[in-house]
């Protein structure tokens, strides 16, 4: 998959709070940082995000997009 952002951080998934319809996901980040990304619970069930994954988030203006691959 092609992502048209350039910006990309190594994180773990840290918690999950899941809502009706949007869900909160909180990450860490290498550096002494805390990241997180409000997006779909839809979005939130399909990539099956779990506290303590390794995934891959993509930076773009004021989105930060997980994505698992």
Request: glycine share 4%; no cysteine.
């Amino acid at each position: 998959m092609k992502y048209g952002a350039r910006n990309t951080i190594k994180a773990k998934v840290k918690s999950v709070k899941k809502g009706d319809i949007m869900s909160l996901v909180k990450f860490e980040v290498s550096q002494p940082a805390e990241m997180a990304s409000v997006l779909t619970t839809e979005s939130v069930e399909a990539m099956a995000l779990k506290p303590g994954e390794e995934i891959q988030l993509i930076i773009k203006a004021i989105h930060v997009l997980p994505v698992k691959e």
